[in-house]
């Protein structure tokens, strides 16, 4: 089955500066790569998605980037805020049925 | 937030009990799962249902049962609790409709198993 290897565990970065969450995934077939942001306490929740015949896809201050040859997608934060610091998922899927998650990356932003 | 619930919210109960996990959903959505989240895992799937009386095992279905009567609601049994299912539960939902693929969950079931 599917295997998603997620880096790094965890990341701290000062308040302003950019922050990269990189994946990779070991099925050729997978064709839709969500990202998911999970405060303390809450549940995890959707930031950005992206399909496999987009290479790009940006919503204000983040991005997702996909290299399909290299089976490895990438989250981007850039302008970083302490409202940021949360354990951020990236999850693979074939044929949207059912989601493999990376095991997490914690983010914490200083101020 | 999705029209999903689940309860109970917490539960503590003791190794060898039977414990059902309820989740509910109110947007008539296909696809609904359970997931558990443990720390330098992530969330695992559990099982999941693609219809009424449709169930499929997931990644970590072993000593987990599923049901799903009708569409609003998914359940999730452990027949015999032990304490390494002591864990923090995630019922997600997903439509199938383009553009709305994407899985959203429930705010989670925490279970402890002494």
């Known amino acids: 089955g599917e295997n998603v290897e997620q880096h790094p565990s965890t990341l701290s970065v000062q308040e302003g500066d950019s922050a990269v969450i990189k994946c990779t995934y070991s099925?050729?077939?997978?064709?839709?790569f969500p990202w998911y942001k999970q405060e303390l306490g809450k549940r995890p929740q959707l930031i950005i998605d992206?399909?496999?015949?987009?290479g790009e896809k940006k919503d204000q201050r983040i991005a997702v980037t996909l290299n399909k040859t290299a089976k490895h997608f990438s989250l981007h934060i850039t302008e970083t805020q302490p409202e940021d610091s949360a354990v951020y998922f990236c999850?693979?899927?074939?044929?949207?049925?059912?989601?493999?998650f990376g095991k997490g990356t914690m983010l914490l932003v200083s101020p | 937030d999705a029209g999903i619930t689940q309860s109970p919210r917490h539960k503590v109960t003791e190794t060898g009990t039977p414990v059902t996990l309820r989740c509910h959903q109110t947007?008539?959505?296909?696809?609904m799962y359970w997931y558990r989240q443990d720390p330098g895992h992530g969330l695992r799937l559990i099982h999941y249902?693609?219809?009424?009386?449709?169930?499929d095992k997931g990644e970590v279905s072993d000593g987990y049962s599923v049901s799903r009567s009708k569409t609003e609601d998914f359940l999730l049994t452990l027949e015999s609790a032990t304490s390494s299912q002591t864990s923090v539960y995630f019922c997600?939902?997903?439509?199938?409709?383009?553009?709305?693929?994407?899985?959203?969950f429930g705010p989670g079931t925490r279970l402890t198993v002494l």
């Open positions: 997600a939902i997903r439509g199938v409709v383009t553009d709305t693929d994407t899985q959203y």
């Open positions: 992206i399909r496999s015949n987009v």
């Open positions: 099925d050729s077939a997978s064709n839709y």
């Open positions: 249902s693609y219809g009424v009386k449709d169930t």
């Open positions: 999850a693979a899927s074939v044929g949207y049925s059912t989601l493999t």
């Open positions: 947007e008539n959505h296909r696809y």
